[in-house]
């Protein structure tokens, strides 16, 4: 069980397009989702918290009208990255916290594999 | 600002040998800590979560972790590692007392074992 998914796993895009990233819990529901940012060899950045029916919370730095989030059921959340330029290339991360119902314990994140998105 | 510093970047081992790897937080209230690998090409995986209790967790693959909280540490040890322990690992903090799951993640150690 615990299991998250992204959509999709790779996307290649031209600059200036926008691109939307999709987040699954797939037998479980998630009242939080959170979406990370990773650069090559280095950390998780968080960019923002998503609950679900609420608009997300933003990370310091992380310009809210780019990275359009929505969290619109308890299964679901999209990130979309608007007007994406080169430098918006990144692996994109997102995590799921269940419920209190859910099959694990507070706190505990179940990640999904990812989407690699560069941007011509 | 809350910070997690794993101060082993990248880290070359033997098979068999022996490994610790070095994690500190700088937020001083209560905290949960967890442990995160990253095989090459796959999704961050749990390794190991201290919430409360023993400071001494037991997690999967032979993995463990000790919670010093005067050291404000959270060091993973494995007694003998394997070929297939290469891999990014990731230390991570939340802040026990607030009500999202918000975690903070160190820089990561790549451990490469050696066959």
């Known amino acids: 069980g615990a299991v998250v998914s992204q959509h999709p796993s790779r996307v290649i895009c031209k600059s200036g397009t926008s691109v939307k990233i999709e987040c699954r819990s797939l037998?479980?529901?998630?009242?939080?989702m959170f979406w990370y940012r990773q650069f090559p060899k280095q950390s998780l950045m968080l960019m923002a918290t998503s609950n679900e029916g609420s608009k997300a919370t933003y990370e310091q730095g992380v310009e809210k009208d780019k990275f359009l989030i929505n969290h619109a059921s308890l299964t679901l959340s999209t990130l979309t990255v608007t007007s994406a330029h080169p430098e918006d290339s990144s692996f994109y991360i997102c995590?799921?916290?269940?419920?209190?119902?859910?099959?694990?314990?507070?706190?505990?994140?179940?990640f999904g594999p990812g989407t690699r998105l560069t941007v011509l | 600002a809350q910070s997690v510093s794993q101060h082993n970047h990248h880290v070359i081992l033997s098979e068999a040998a022996s490994l610790e790897l070095g994690c500190n937080y700088s937020?001083?209230?209560?905290?949960?800590l967890f442990w995160y690998v990253q095989y090459p090409g796959q999704h961050l995986q749990l390794l190991l979560k201290?919430?409360?209790?023993?400071?001494l967790v037991k997690g999967i693959k032979g993995f463990e972790a000790e919670f010093i909280k005067s050291k404000f540490s959270f060091n993973l040890r494995k007694p003998s590692v394997q070929w297939s322990d290469t891999a990014e690992y990731f230390c991570a903090v939340n802040r026990g007392s607030s009500n999202t799951g918000k975690l903070i993640f160190g820089q990561g150690t790549t451990l490469q074992v050696k066959p």
């Open positions: 995590s799921a916290e269940p419920g209190l119902a859910g099959p694990s314990s507070y706190n505990e994140q179940f």
């Open positions: 201290y919430f409360s209790g023993d400071p």
């Open positions: 937020y001083g209230g209560t905290v949960n």
């Open positions: 037998d479980f529901q998630a009242t939080t």
